[in-house]
């Protein structure tokens, strides 16, 4: 039997006909609305650390040489651009356009990798951070293909 014609559980996995969705969407589509919430929610706290950054300059200093990689303002401003465009990439995520899909993965790998500068100074943050970022890959990658058959 194809994936089709075969009738599926009310588990979460494969095709399962409900209310306002076909035979051929999947209960999968929802890790892509929360990649995209997610990548929302993970721009804006990095526009908050850019910001904070750039008006607030002794909050994040660690040691007097400063962060690991930028000096305090180059950083600041890294974490706002990489913030809009992440905030941008998550609503655009929301339609399953493919160029979003790259574009959202691209930016949560270039924002974990930039969160390795912060590493020293909040560690805890970071790593949840980072985590997130990772989270949104999987889901973009894993189940992108899954979004296809709902637009």
Do not use: C
Request: hydrophobic share 60%.
């Amino acid at each position: 039997m194809s994936q089709e014609t075969h009738p599926r559980s009310a588990t979460g996995f494969g095709s399962v006909p409900a209310a306002g969705r076909t035979r051929s969407q999947t209960l999968w589509v929802g890790w892509i609305r929360f990649a995209a919430v997610m990548m929302i929610i993970i721009g804006a706290f990095d526009i908050i650390e850019g910001i904070v950054a750039l008006v607030h300059k002794q909050y994040y200093v660690v040691s007097p040489s400063g962060l690991l990689v930028f000096n305090l303002t180059a950083w600041g401003w890294v974490h706002l651009i990489i913030g809009a465009l992440a905030v941008a990439a998550g609503a655009a995520l929301l339609s399953g356009a493919l160029w979003a899909r790259i574009v959202a993965v691209g930016l949560a790998a270039i924002n974990a990798i930039a969160q390795l500068a912060f590493v020293s100074a909040h560690p805890v943050w970071t790593t949840i951070i980072i985590a997130l970022d990772v989270l949104v890959i999987w889901a973009v990658i894993v189940h992108g293909s899954e979004v296809e058959s709902e637009y």
